[in-house]
């Protein structure tokens, strides 16, 4: 199995004690340089309101998307008429966007959590090194897909998803 854009990875036990213990993985990015993704069933610990630039907001929740720069906010959303110059990356769903827009629908009503998820940090790997983790055994396709958005703000633990 090679790793594409818009699939779903599970961690095996392999990852136990690590970041990626229990996670499931959506690939956002797979190129030549390598892949980008989120871990999508891990919330963190606060909602958005409650970081200090975001504290006129309605709360809404973030995920733990991974590892790779904590310091910055990334979305993934499936709203390009409300979300300006977000990317495509396949399955309907985009990766960026201007900010601001996603603060203004959240905090107006207009976008909810079956429209955008957003992640405090990301996982990358350079090129080839996820596959080689693939074919180690660290990560499995997904075969029972969990919707990465939903109306649902609390992830699904894998061990309860028939994961």
């Known amino acids: 199995m090679k790793p594409e854009a818009g699939q779903l990875l599970k961690s095996t036990p392999l990852l136990k004690g690590t970041f990626f213990e229990d996670a499931l993985l959506f690939i956002a990015e797979h190129n030549e340089k390598g892949d980008t993704g989120f871990v999508i069933n891990k919330l963190f610990e606060r909602r958005l309101n409650e970081l200090e630039e975001f504290k006129h907001s309605i709360p809404f929740p973030l995920y733990d998307g991974g590892p790779v720069d904590r310091e910055h906010l990334f979305i993934v959303h499936r709203r390009p008429d409300i979300i300006e110059e977000g990317q495509p990356i ?74």
């Open 90 to 163: 396949g399955k309907g769903l985009y990766l960026g966007g201007k900010f601001k827009q996603v603060e203004e629908g959240i905090n107006n009503g207009t976008l909810s959590t079956a429209d955008v998820r957003i992640f405090i940090g990301y996982c990358g790997w350079n090129k080839k090194e996820l596959d080689e983790e693939i074919a180690e055994g660290s990560w499995q396709e997904a075969q029972n897909e969990l919707p990465l958005f939903s109306d649902i703000a609390d992830p699904v633990p894998l061990h309860t998803a028939g994961l």
